[in-house]
């Protein structure tokens, strides 16, 4: 069993930054960042290997968004610039201790642990 906590959100002006850790409490393979807003479903932000050598972001936070992993803190990292209100959400920390595929996975489903969820919100 792997407990992951997350830190790092809050409130930011459109066009901030923040960046979020989540530090897991054992070692994991793939990790990733989901959001979710009330009333819509989890949707994926960025993924990434155990190496950190391949990653997924969504099409609408591209060239934005950072994702990172230090596997000797057992940590993954979200860089958020630019941030936009549409950007406002719950943010889930996700990892699984299987997958060892070349692409990371992007389904909420592909994930076996989860944290408690941070807030994140842009005002305009």
């Known amino acids: 069993?792997?407990?992951?906590?997350?830190?790092?959100?809050?409130?930011?002006?459109?066009?901030?930054?923040?960046r979020l850790s989540?530090?897991?409490s054992g070692r994991t393979f793939s990790m990733g960042w989901f959001r979710q807003v009330p009333g819509k479903e989890r949707e994926v932000v960025a993924t990434l290997t155990w190496s950190g050598g391949s990653t997924f972001y969504a099409d609408s936070v591209k060239?934005?968004?950072?994702?990172?992993?230090?596997?000797?803190?057992?940590?993954?990292?979200?860089?958020?610039?630019?941030l936009?209100?549409?950007?406002?959400?719950?943010?889930y920390c996700a990892a699984d201790q299987h997958y060892?595929?070349?692409?990371?996975?992007?389904?909420?489903?592909?994930?076996e642990y989860w944290g408690q969820g941070t807030q994140v919100t842009v005002s305009s």
């Not at 069993?1 to 930054?17: D, F, N, T």
């Not at 936009?84 to 943010?91: F, K, L």
């Not at 060892?100 to 994930?111: D, I, L, Q």
């Open 22 to 24: 989540c530090a897991a």
């Open 63 to 82: 060239g934005r968004f950072t994702i990172s992993r230090d596997n000797a803190k057992n940590t993954v990292y979200l860089q958020m610039n630019n």
């Open 100 to 111: 060892t595929g070349k692409n990371p996975p992007a389904r909420p489903g592909s994930f």
């Open 1 to 18: 069993q792997v407990q992951l906590v997350e830190s790092g959100g809050g409130l930011v002006q459109a066009g901030g930054s923040l």
């Open 84 to 91: 936009a209100p549409e950007d406002t959400a719950v943010y």
